[in-house]
């Protein structure tokens, strides 16, 4: 991407090559303003906000999710002790969606509709296809996984990212999406995952 101190309009990885539209982003930031959707060459100019002093910085290809109704909708799934929960979805007419309320905020007023959606996810999500999810949870090996995911037209995870830090407990929803229930299942269902991780450790260990 770089040649000295100038950007190029041709994208290398290896030996693959990355084409617009992409998104660039800086390496273990979450902040939005690190994060960038280069449309064509004329964007590159907006990258002059980054210090390209040696850090590590994302290109990957952009795949643009929208739903037929030309809205955003961004999944959040945990897989605990190997079995998959609902996390979250969240619907935005902007392609970065990072929280509930920065999603909601850039819609005139929030349809009921979508919120009736966002409530509906967490009971019909086993209607999507969950078993790359899986999948992932297990070249992961960690007990607990969350995955952020779009679907495309024909059911398929469009993977956003996944890490063990993405809590259930995080403010990342409208107050009351989760039930008293559905949090007191989501909570023994990581108690159960530690506890049969601390017991096949100790017969590990003898």
């Not at 539209?21 to 390496?27: E, G, I, R, V």
């Not at 970065?96 to 966002?118: G, N």
């Not at 992932?136 to 059911?155: K, N, P, S, W």
């Amino acid at each position: 991407m770089m040649q000295g101190n100038r950007l190029t309009h041709g994208f290398r990885i290896q030996s693959g090559k990355l084409d617009y539209p992409f998104k660039f982003s800086a390496a273990n930031k979450q902040e939005d303003n690190t994060k960038l959707l280069i449309h064509s060459s004329e964007n590159l100019v907006s990258l002059e906000r980054f210090a390209f002093d040696g850090r590590d910085f994302y290109m990957t290809k952009f795949i643009d999710y929208r739903s037929p109704d030309r809205f955003y909708r961004k999944h959040r799934f945990f897989v605990i002790g190997g079995k998959v929960y609902p996390g979250f979805l969240i619907v935005s007419n902007q392609w970065l969606i990072q929280s509930d309320d920065q999603a909601r905020s850039t819609f005139p007023d929030f349809p009921e509709s979508l919120a009736a959606e966002e409530k509906a996810f967490l009971t019909k999500f086993r209607k999507k296809e969950i078993s790359i999810l899986e999948e992932i949870y297990r070249v992961a090996d960690l007990g607990f996984l969350g995955i952020d995911c779009a679907f495309d037209e024909i059911g398929r995870p469009i993977v956003f990212g996944a890490g063990g830090n993405k809590h259930h407990h995080a403010e990342a929803k409208a107050q009351r999406y989760y039930s008293d229930k559905m949090l007191k299942q989501l909570d023994h269902s990581v108690e159960r995952m530690i506890s049969k991780t601390l017991h096949e450790s100790r017969n590990q260990n003898g």
